[in-house]
């Protein structure tokens, strides 16, 4: 896959879980030249995201961007 959308995709999980599917998405990432958007009403932890963006109504607002 090129690009990956996930939408409350680790929602029903509990933490460590969560943590072994976006070290799994991570890795897959990595190695190819890939994108995947996460959508989700609580943070991934930061060392898996290279930007966090939050929409509010009709707003686009960069919050952190990683430098890995």
Request: some cysteine.
């Given at each position: 896959?090129?690009?990956i959308?996930?939408?409350e995709?680790?929602?029903?999980?509990?933490?460590?879980?969560?943590?072994?599917?976006?070290?799994?998405?991570?890795?897959?990432?990595?190695?190819?030249?890939?994108?995947?958007?996460?959508?989700?009403?609580h943070?991934?932890?930061?060392?898996?995201?290279?930007?966090i963006?939050?929409?509010?109504?009709?707003?686009?607002?960069?919050?952190?961007?990683?430098?890995?």
């Open positions: 896959a090129k690009f959308i996930m939408d995709a680790t929602s029903a999980m509990d933490t460590l879980n969560k943590c072994i599917m976006y070290d799994l998405l991570k890795e897959y990432l990595s190695s190819l030249p890939n994108y995947m958007l996460i959508f989700t009403d943070s991934p932890p930061d060392s898996y995201a290279n930007q963006l939050t929409i509010s109504g009709q707003h686009l607002t960069n919050i952190a961007t990683s430098l890995e």
